[in-house]
C-alpha cells in the first residue's frame, strides 16, 4: 500500500481517559475534521449526551470507530451510526456478553488487553465481529505478558482483526496513552501486517494538532515496511 493509502486508514482521536474531551472537540473544530475516531472509555451516558451536542458543532461527518462501554444502549448506537456512519465499535471482554443480542454484534470488535479486561475465552469471539488488536498492549506481552501475547496471538489467528488501537511504547517495551516523542511509535515496524485492520485509531491523550503529526509518521513508516522487498 502506498504511504496516502496508509493515511486514510489512521484515525485521530477524542479520547475521554486522562484527556481534556473539550479541549480534543475544539481542536476537532479547529482543525475541521472530517473524520475521527472516539474513545468513550471512562464516561456515563450523561457526559456522552455532552460529548455529542459538541461534536454536532463540528465539521465531523464520520465517526468511523467508536469505543463503547457495558451502559450503552440500542438507541445510543444507533445514533452514532445514523449521525456518524459509525461501523465498528470495540469493547473490552467482560462487557462483551451486554451486546450479544445487539443488532450491530458484528460491528463489535473485542480487544486485546489484560487483567479484569483480559479475554478469558478466544472462542467467545465468534458472537461478534472479531477482535481488535491494540497494537501497544501486543508489543508490550511480547515482553511482559506471555501468557496474554499467546491469547492474542489465538485471535488473530481465528478471527478477522477488525479494527486497531494504537498508543506509545516506552523504551521498556511498556505501553502508555501518551507519546511523547515520534520513536514510541516505531514498534509498529516490528508487528506483522496480518495485525492490522482497515480501522487503526490512535488512542493517545495527546493533542489533535500531535495525533495529525503522529498519523503522517505513523503512515510513513508503515508504507516502507510493508513496502519492504524481502
Not at 482543525?31 to 472516539?38: I, T
Request: hydrophobic share 35%; aromatic share 12%.
Amino acid at each position: 500500500m502506498r504511504e496516502n493509502e496508509i493515511l486514510r486508514l489512521i484515525y485521530p482521536s477524542v479520547v475521554t481517559c486522562g484527556a481534556d474531551y473539550k479541549k480534543l472537540i475544539a481542536e476537532v473544530k479547529k482543525f475541521k475534521l472530517k473524520r475521527m475516531s472516539l474513545f468513550l472509555t471512562t464516561v456515563g451516558r450523561r457526559q456522552r449526551q455532552e460529548i455529542y451536542r459538541l461534536l454536532e458543532q463540528t465539521a465531523l461527518v464520520e465517526i468511523p470507530h467508536v469505543h463503547i462501554r457495558h451502559d450503552f444502549l440500542e438507541d445510543e448506537l444507533d445514533y452514532l451510526v445514523k449521525r456518524f456512519k459509525s461501523k465498528a465499535f470495540t469493547t473490552h471482554f467482560h462487557h462483551a456478553k451486554r451486546f450479544l443480542k445487539s443488532k450491530y454484534r458484528r460491528n463489535i470488535y473485542i480487544e486485546t488487553n489484560d487483567d479484569n479486561h483480559r479475554i478469558r475465552d478466544v472462542n467467545y469471539l465468534q458472537n461478534f465481529g472479531g477482535v481488535c488488536v491494540d497494537l501497544s498492549h501486543y508489543y508490550q506481552y511480547r515482553y511482559h505478558n506471555q501468557r496474554e501475547y499467546i491469547v492474542s496471538e489465538e485471535a488473530i489467528k481465528k478471527f478477522k482483526v477488525g479494527c486497531n488501537h494504537l498508543s506509545a511504547v516506552k523504551p521498556d517495551n511498556t505501553n502508555r496513552h501518551r507519546a511523547d516523542k515520534l520513536s514510541e511509535l516505531d514498534y509498529v515496524k516490528n508487528i506483522g501486517r496480518k495485525c492490522f485492520s482497515s480501522y487503526i485509531n490512535l488512542e493517545v491523550t495527546n493533542s489533535i494538532k500531535d495525533q495529525l503529526r503522529f498519523r503522517k509518521y505513523l503512515a510513513k513508516i508503515l508504507a516502507k515496511t510493508w513496502n519492504k522487498k524481502s
